[in-house]
């Protein structure tokens, strides 16, 4: 059992995320030529990019200093909004870190859950607005879930990740309210949300960062 982790585990789970990201661009990027401009695969490439390289110039030993890295990193690249939101949830994750060297399942739910807040203030989209939101939330709640019922990290994680991957398959038969994919209308019914599917990626990166 998984009962706490650290920096090491941290960027095992961050590495793992990225490298779920840029196995599945392409997919992400024909998700968003059905709803959107076509390009989140190839922004969500250069985020998994951006967190990569970060880890590797991080160098130290401090949760908070090495998500701040990542979160000013990916909030830097190129591709419209994916970096301002997904660099927000990181640097709220930094937030959330603290300033301790473990994090037991409680601790590391406490940290989702201030990423989540921190992309609240930066975004107004909701659970049901055809979102990234639609699967962070799931995941996050899930984590919190797990964490209060005892489950150790890994067991939580893998939780999370199973809600964002339900979460972003429920946006399928939602309307798009944000971004370009609002002015389709019904037309962006039948379609799962880039956004929300390239979450439950992350999720599942970070659970597989742990137990692999």
């Given at each position: 059992m998984?009962?706490?982790i650290?920096y090491d585990?941290i960027?095992?789970m961050?590495?793992?995320?990225?490298?779920?990201?840029?196995?599945n661009h392409?997919?992400?990027s024909?998700l968003d030529?059905?709803?959107g401009?076509g390009?989140?695969?190839m922004?969500?490439l250069?985020a998994?990019e951006a967190?990569?390289?970060?880890v590797?110039e991080?160098?130290g030993?401090?949760?908070k200093?090495l998500?701040h890295g990542?979160g000013?990193?990916?909030m830097?690249?190129?591709?419209?909004?994916?970096?301002p939101l997904f660099?927000t949830?990181f640097?709220?994750?930094?937030e959330?870190?603290?300033?301790?060297?473990?994090?037991?399942?409680?601790r590391?739910?406490?940290?989702?859950?201030a990423?989540?807040?921190?992309?609240?203030?930066?975004?107004?989209?909701?659970v049901?607005d055809?979102t990234m939101?639609?699967?962070?939330?799931?995941a996050v709640?899930?984590?919190?879930?797990a964490?209060d019922a005892g489950?150790d990290?890994d067991?939580?994680l893998?939780r999370?990740?199973e809600?964002?991957?339900?979460g972003?398959?429920?946006?399928?038969?939602m309307?798009?309210?944000?971004?370009?994919a609002r002015?389709l209308?019904?037309?962006?019914?039948?379609h799962?949300d880039?956004?929300?599917?390239?979450?439950?990626?992350?999720?599942?990166g970070?659970?597989?960062?742990?137990?692999?």
């Amino acid at each position: 059992m998984t009962e706490t982790i650290g920096y090491d585990e941290i960027v095992r789970m961050i590495l793992g995320a990225a490298t779920e990201i840029k196995q599945n661009h392409e997919l992400l990027s024909k998700l968003d030529s059905a709803i959107g401009d076509g390009d989140h695969g190839m922004a969500m490439l250069h985020a998994a990019e951006a967190m990569e390289k970060a880890v590797d110039e991080d160098g130290g030993e401090e949760l908070k200093s090495l998500l701040h890295g990542i979160g000013w990193a990916v909030m830097s690249i190129d591709g419209g909004s994916t970096g301002p939101l997904f660099g927000t949830f990181f640097m709220g994750l930094s937030e959330g870190a603290g300033d301790g060297v473990a994090l037991d399942p409680g601790r590391l739910a406490d940290m989702f859950q201030a990423g989540l807040a921190k992309l609240h203030k930066q975004s107004k989209a909701q659970v049901g607005d055809k979102t990234m939101i639609d699967a962070l939330v799931p995941a996050v709640d899930a984590l919190r879930s797990a964490a209060d019922a005892g489950a150790d990290v890994d067991q939580a994680l893998s939780r999370a990740a199973e809600a964002a991957d339900n979460g972003a398959k429920a946006t399928t038969d939602m309307l798009a309210k944000f971004g370009r994919a609002r002015n389709l209308g019904q037309r962006t019914l039948g379609h799962v949300d880039p956004g929300a599917t390239s979450v439950a990626y992350m999720f599942r990166g970070f659970h597989n960062g742990i137990s692999d």
